[in-house]
């Protein structure tokens, strides 16, 4: 019988995430028996400044990662978003499951939608994704930075701090508070983070039997759009200092839409393109070069301070 070691962030839903990633594989591996190792991130210590000042969503991954690294754990999931482009040598994301919802949600403390918010009413989050797409939507809006695990954020809001939040609707589907939406906030007009809704499952490449069990239990189609989503980000060589958005969507005659969002850092400019085809990573790249040959990567280099 062999024991797997799962690395997992302390907070509630990153062990929520971590036990049905356990339990999926349990029933598939029944001789397979299974320890977390809690782990703290700095990302998970410094919550007074925005995740773009301190190193971005890498910040999550990369003590993980060194966990993975040195063997002291032999897998970790992640929400797929924060997870940087590259990743560090010798590991692969072998496991991707069916996506759970992949909008963003509007929690509003009078049960407001985004419409509804007075002008001048305050908005918590510190995406800068999310920043910029509500200064294209309502910029008559004032938004203030939140931060911490998603139980805080809640009680933040509900306690009067801000008039609404808006957060990822798969963190708050898994861990049973769909009734605290207020709102769906729709892809079409506010395009979701890449990878939104997305477990990522990783390991190191050398394991062989734990590799080949991840692929055998990933969902295709949700593999192939985060694909297509990854490949965006790749090309664009994003990161969490410049808003970047990609969603992409599987038909059922096997053709992948992706749309992809770039936008100025403090949103004032942005930019969306969208492509189609069969191929993931060529639909990627095609998105990325349509957006790069518009400007996109002048954006991207003042977030970098050149």
Request: aromatic share 4%; charged share 25%.
């Amino acid at each position: 019988m062999r024991r797997i070691r799962v690395a997992s962030r302390r907070s509630q839903l990153a062990m929520t995430q971590t036990n049905w990633v356990i339990d999926a594989l349990r029933a598939r591996r029944p001789d397979w028996t299974f320890e977390v190792v809690p782990i703290t991130t700095k990302g998970d210590e410094i919550l007074n400044v925005t995740l773009s000042k301190v190193g971005g969503k890498g910040l999550f991954v990369s003590e993980i990662e060194a966990v993975l690294t040195s063997n002291q754990a032999d897998l970790a999931v992640h929400s797929l978003k924060d997870v940087p482009y590259e990743l560090a040598d010798g590991l692969v994301l072998a496991g991707i499951p069916q996506r759970e919802d992949p909008r963003d949600a509007l929690v509003s403390r009078d049960g407001q939608t985004l419409s509804d918010l007075p002008k001048g009413a305050i908005v918590g989050t510190s995406s800068l994704r999310r920043m910029a797409l509500l200064k294209n939507l309502r910029p008559d809006l004032q938004v203030e930075p939140l931060r911490g695990n998603i139980d805080s954020r809640l009680r933040r809001a509900e306690q009067g701090e801000f008039a609404a939040i808006i957060l990822a609707a798969a963190g708050l589907a898994r861990m049973g508070w769909q009734n605290r939406v207020s709102e769906f906030l729709q892809p079409d007009d506010f395009i979701p983070a890449i990878g939104q809704g997305v477990l990522g499952v990783e390991c190191r490449e050398s394991d062989a039997e734990l590799v080949e069990e991840l692929k055998a239990w990933t969902d295709v189609p949700t593999a192939l759009c985060a694909q297509a989503e990854r490949t965006l980000l790749t090309t664009l060589q994003g990161s969490c200092q410049v808003p970047i958005a990609g969603y992409a969507q599987l038909d059922q005659d096997g053709t992948i839409t992706l749309t992809g969002f770039v936008a100025a850092p403090d949103g004032s400019k942005s930019l969306r393109e969208q492509a189609s085809g069969r191929d993931a990573v060529a639909v990627g790249k095609t998105v990325a070069e349509a957006l790069l040959a518009r400007g996109a990567d002048e954006y991207l280099r003042s977030a970098q301070g050149e």
